[in-house]
């Protein structure tokens, strides 16, 4: 076990890069399940807001509940340094005055002067709350002009404003498993060719450094063997790194894998293969290890843009979509989808999307086997 | 009666429409220590690549200790070392660990590959580096590391292939006297290299090489006796007539008179006392001379003699 020995010496070496990558990785693991953990249903944002109802008329005590409806309504004096203190010290987002002569405006027509408002600036809520104002004194208007009268048109406008729009999550998560929106599954695609990359292939140069191969070449040890000794360390690192990742997705978890989980754990296992071959493939194309970095970027970064790692599968345009099929990680991506149900759930499919990355393997060691004939055979042509 | 180590016989390798070996017969002795010269490209190390089987060849036997040579003959290859040119160690290992790497591709026992390091170690002088990396090592210190993972595993047949490239003179000289002192120990070997002063050095036969062929073969005197040139004489002088220089073009033995940048170089085929014989007709004519030097035939002037060429460029 001669070579294989030298291999575990060499990796030894060898891992500093590969341990930055799996740590970055378990960190952005550990910081997205603790912050996005309540974010997973929508809700309509509500500001805090000050009345004062100079008007004191019913169409006037009409809005103030339709406000009060909608948003949390706070209770300050009315007087221009509280109100600035309420403002600066976030107390209240947005400090409205129903003006005097508001009613007998809506009931003309007008639009000007029917408000004041104070905000500390043009931020998100004032925007959000000019426009809600707006929308109501329009709607009001659009009934008044059709012939109704104020009181039936603020009684419509309540009612038409308060039918709510169904809101559907784009990506939304079921079950608490890490195949959902937390992304371990998901980001494991682009760190996992990323760790290959960073560490396989470096060992995997050494090994084939020309005058190295020269000297084994010549003793007596059988390049078969020698050849089954690095498959068989390469084999014991692949495995190494996919536990560490799989035990590890067990803590951030809180509980072992169960149900369709396993599906994951099994693409996972299937895509860290092919991250190893990935790693193989650019060891033996790549003439010096000085590009490897820039080479792993390239790779990992490209095929997660394209596949819907970094951007969710349906926000990708189908030209990208047509283009990251020709990529394993598509396939290992869609295979997740499906399972945190993003996709609809449908087991011929997903053998079949687990099958295509069967074939990718297949694929890789044929491409892997050929390139070992033709460049590393002990005996050459020439 | 000495044993054949290496036999060659009829070898043909062909690139494409390129003969890189020309019909190469080689014959090695048990305890030679056997010099294979030749420039660049002449198929120095497609004959070792050959001798190796690591390089398919077209036609032509390879016997090494009387057994055809194969990629999988690993009875022969377990007796053969291979020091090449390029320092092939890892860089992640320290200088004992290298030696151990390579010594166990042959020694699988673990006591004994011990004392083969150890004894290898010794032998080239690293005991003081024997925890330093490769690249923390000297240009000097890192060729005697790639020679002790060729020889550690105690060869009877060593190859080495141009070991001396790019080597200062110091370590060139203690590299060597290693080779030497490996044949001593009962090695055969075969040294290949453009560097004629080394050949002259340590080999006890030589094989020329050009164009895949051996165009000569001999000890360094045989080879010698080859050329008609037998001694160059040269005599610094500030000026000689053309009537002294048609004079010394007539004397005997004398078959090329050269006067140029004021030194007169006469070569000389044959005879005795050239040397007295021309500075005779020089002191007749009343010429006063400065250095006086005589020197014997390189196998530079074997090889221009033979092929027309010098055999490695000056700046070598």
Redesign the interface.
Known sequence: MQVFKLFMKILKKKLLLSAACVASFLALCIITTVTNSSEKTFTDTKIDICIFDEDNTPESQALVDYIAARHNIKEIENDRQAITDALFYSRIDYALTINKGYAQKLADGETEGMFTDRHLSESYGTAYMNNFLEEYVSCINTCIAGGESLASAIDTTGKVLSEGTDVVMISKPQGSGLSDGNGYFRYLAYFMPAVMISSLSPVLMTLNKSEVRFRTNCSTIRPVSAAFQIFAGSTVFVASVWLLFITAGVFLKGEFYSGNDWWCVLNSLLFSVISALIALLVAMLMPKSDMLMLVANVICLGMSFLCGVFVPMELLSDSVKRAGQFLPAYWYTMVNEMINGTAVFDKIKLVSYIGIEAAFVAAFAAVALLLFKLKFSSVRQS | MEQTVVKIENLVKR?NDLIALDHLDLTIKEGEVYGLLGPNGSGKTTTM?CL?????FDKGNIEIFGKPMS??A?DI??D?G?I?Q????????TVR?NID??C???IRDKQERRRCVDEAIEFVGLEDFTKFYPKKLSGGLLRRLNIA??IAHKPKLILLDEPTVAVDPQSRNKILEGILQLNKNGATIIYTSHYMEEVEQICTRIAIMDKGRKIAEGTKDELKHMVKNTDTITVEMNDLPDSVLGQLKEMPHVYSVTYEDGKLVAACSGGKHNLIRILEVLQKNDLSFGRVYSEQPTLNDVFLEITGKALRDKED
């Open positions: 690139y690549n190796l089987s690591l390089l398919t990629p999988t690993y290859k377990k053969i291979v090449m390029n320092v092939a160690v890892y860089d992640e290992l660990e790497y390579f166990g591709l042959y993972c060729g």
